[in-house]
């Protein structure tokens, strides 16, 4: 099982920004999947999640703002940020979970990748 993000990069506030997280070794439209992300200095945070089922969960603080999505054909998870705030700056990391997943647990999740760096600037 390998995870591996990309897209990470500098943005201006406001703008937007797409990640991508390409799944191996697993059908990741099986899975629970999710996007977590730390800021400097503080803890890994769960930010969005989509199940098998398709039903998308997502932190209060991204809610209209991110959208998580599958191409399950590629076996590719993204995450479409928009409205990128400062405070959304950090390492963001795909995560994946063949059982029960939670956002609010990073133990639920036995699968990650190394992530990939967001900066958004004013």
């Known amino acids: 099982v390998q995870l591996l993000e990309f897209g990470g990069g500098s943005v201006q506030t406001g703008g937007p920004r797409r990640l991508a997280c390409l799944a191996s070794?697993?059908?990741?439209?099986?899975?629970?999947m999710a996007w977590f992300r730390q800021a400097p200095g503080k803890e890994r945070e769960g930010v969005a999640r989509?199940?098998?089922?398709?039903?998308?969960v997502y932190a209060d603080s991204v809610k209209g703002r991110f959208t998580i999505s599958r191409d399950n054909a590629k076996n590719i998870v993204y995450l479409q940020m928009d409205n990128l705030k400062p405070e959304d700056t950090g390492m963001y990391y795909c995560?994946?979970?063949?059982?029960?997943?939670?956002?609010?647990?990073?133990?639920?999740?036995?699968?990650w990748g190394q992530g990939t760096r967001v900066t958004v600037s004013t």
């Open positions: 070794g697993f059908n990741a439209s099986t899975y629970c």
């Open positions: 989509i199940v098998r089922e398709g039903r998308t």
């Open positions: 995560a994946g979970s063949g059982a029960y997943c939670s956002l609010s647990y990073l133990s639920t999740f036995p699968y």
